[in-house]
């Protein structure tokens, strides 16, 4: 599959992963989703008519080698590793569909690294990280909000490749900014009882801070070995053209963000 196929309303990331290795975030664009999901919400669980989500999600699966392996999502740091990843047969038979979301697995993280196994994660303000090594023999996309960054989503999603961390490449996709994201002094604890250089990623905004999500999911990666880090450079929250954003709007849409090896590459 071409990047060019892509919709060119959606993100392919730039960066430098081998050439089988094929990824895309997508925004509110190319749906059938009404009002304050329009349109092409992903998400079955914010309130939006579950027939035109799956409306959504066939539209979204045209460009895909399979059907995407949706998580039920809870902020944790769980990785479901698809059958085959790592040598183990853990987890869930492929092809779970839009249809089945209660049978999905509980996690917020997975690893694949067989041909055609799509890793997605859904999110409106959280981070969507997006992994591969750099043979293109395996991939991982993280669900990276401030409550799982803070517990160590990246740590153990990187942990379930069982590569090098100098060894991987990541992308960060579209989350709310360093200058809209507002919490509370709760939060900047959580990162900085772990690292006190986690300062550097919170700026004093009155009785709180302003929290950039990008810095310190880069300050966590490094901090394992992960030095090749692209990406970053979007604000969900500031553009309501193109993102969904839960601290913006409240009742909205989700977007995902995938990941998969390409067999005819």
């Known amino acids: 599959m071409e990047k060019s196929v892509m919709r060119p309303n959606w993100i392919v990331p730039d960066w430098p992963a081998p050439a089988n290795v094929r990824a895309v975030s997508t925004t509110r664009a190319g749906g059938f989703s009404p009002g304050p999901w329009r349109s092409l919400n992903l998400g079955?669980?914010?309130?939006?008519?579950?027939?035109?989500?799956?409306?959504?999600?066939?539209?979204?699966?045209?460009?895909?080698?399979?059907?995407?392996?949706?998580?039920?999502?809870?902020?944790?740091?769980?990785?479901?590793?698809h059958p085959g990843s790592n040598g183990t047969e853990t987890g869930s038979p492929a092809g779970?569909?839009?249809?089945?979301?209660?049978?999905?697995?509980?996690a917020d993280a997975q690893v694949a690294s067989q041909?055609?196994?799509?890793?997605?994660?859904?999110?409106?303000?959280?981070?969507?990280?997006?992994?591969?090594?750099?043979?293109?023999?395996?991939?991982?996309?993280?669900?990276?909000?401030?409550?799982?960054?803070?517990?160590?989503?990246?740590?153990?999603?990187?942990?379930?490749?069982?590569?090098a961390p100098d060894q991987l490449l990541a992308w960060l996709g579209p989350a709310i900014g360093p200058h809209s994201y507002a919490v509370g002094d709760e939060v900047r604890e959580a990162f900085m009882c772990q690292d006190e250089a986690a300062h550097a990623a919170f700026i004093r905004q009155g009785g709180g801070w302003?929290?950039?999500?990008?810095?310190?999911?880069?300050?966590?990666?490094?901090?394992?070995g992960v030095t090749a880090i692209s990406g970053g450079d979007c604000c969900t929250f500031a553009d309501p053209e193109r993102f969904y954003s839960f601290r913006r709007d409240g009742t909205t849409g989700r977007m995902a963000s995938l990941v998969w090896l390409d067999a005819h590459a």
């Open 210 to 224: 302003l929290l950039d999500l990008y810095a310190v999911a880069r300050q966590r990666l490094s901090r394992l």
């Open 44 to 81: 079955l669980n914010c309130g939006d008519d579950p027939a035109l989500v799956r409306r959504n999600r066939a539209v979204l699966r045209r460009y895909l080698p399979a059907e995407p392996c949706w998580l039920r999502q809870e902020h944790g740091v769980a990785v479901y590793r």
């Open 96 to 106: 779970w569909g839009p249809a089945a979301p209660a049978a999905a697995p509980l």
């Open 115 to 163: 041909p055609g196994q799509v890793c997605v994660v859904l999110t409106a303000d959280c981070l969507p990280v997006l992994l591969c090594n750099r043979n293109g023999q395996r991939v991982a996309a993280a669900h990276a909000g401030w409550r799982g960054l803070a517990a160590g989503v990246l740590e153990q999603t990187v942990a379930a490749m069982g590569e």
